[in-house]
């Protein structure tokens, strides 16, 4: 079992929908989780960042944290076309200095 | 946060030859990672290059393929040696500050080995 599983889709959504991205993870001790989103042939660029639980919200974007559950979500509301990229979820624990990277999900937003 | 940047950008390589990626960084960071990413996949950390010490090189990864440089906190070498064309893939240099800090990626170097 990987220590973080991410479906890596594609994922096809039409402009203006509701996405929802999710991973799961194995490791209890985990504290820190980011999302990133990649466009093609870029580097990954830091989309969220949260420590521990709860939400966090940036513009159309929110990342949960549901440690009790292993499960993390990255939401992005009014989908645009400049949002189709590749998104990682990537996690750490306390005191680890290795980050965990989930395969990525492939996000389409047709106009 | 941290800009970092990468050179070259991009190459076309000969199959036994060596390409040395180079990684800059506008602040001093403490860690320096090396990934590779193949096409459609996702990051595969090479090794750990932390100013002072050795690197630290993950499984299936050697030094003698990987050598890396970390002559000060603000930059690093990742040398690619005796090429081939299963070495063709995006290597990305990624930093972080302290150990509690999130973690900066570069662009990126594009290496394609005929």
């Known amino acids: 079992q990987k220590e973080v599983e991410q479906d890596p889709g594609p994922l096809s959504v039409p402009e203006g929908a509701i996405v929802s991205l999710n991973c799961t993870y194995s490791?209890?001790?985990?504290?820190?989780f980011m999302w990133y989103r990649q466009y093609s042939r870029k580097g990954p660029e830091l989309l969220m960042y949260?420590?521990?639980?709860g939400n966090k919200e940036d513009g159309r974007f929110t990342a949960q944290v549901d440690k009790s559950s292993k499960y993390i979500s990255l939401f992005i509301r009014d989908s645009q076309p400049s949002d189709s990229a590749t998104y990682l979820c990537a996690m750490r624990d306390t005191g680890g200095f290795k980050t965990i990277f989930g395969a990525g999900t492939r996000l389409f937003v047709k106009a | 946060s941290a800009v970092i940047s990468q050179k070259p950008s991009r190459d076309i390589c000969q199959r036994g030859t060596s390409l040395t990626i180079q990684c800059q960084v506008d602040?001093?960071?403490?860690?320096m990672f090396w990934y590779r990413q193949q096409p459609g996949q996702s990051l595969t950390l090479i090794a750990t290059a932390n100013q002072g010490s050795e690197a630290t090189y993950e499984s299936g990864f050697v030094i003698d393929k990987f050598p890396i440089s970390r002559p000060n906190l603000t930059f690093s070498t990742l040398t690619v040696s005796n090429m081939s064309p299963e070495d063709s893939s995006i290597y990305l240099c990624?930093?972080?500050?302290?150990?509690?800090?999130?973690?900066?990626f570069g662009p990126g170097t594009r290496l394609t080995v005929l």
């Open positions: 490791n209890s001790a985990f504290q820190y």
């Open positions: 990624s930093v972080r500050k302290q150990e509690a800090d999130t973690q900066y």
């Open positions: 602040s001093q960071v403490t860690m």
């Open positions: 949260t420590y521990s639980s």
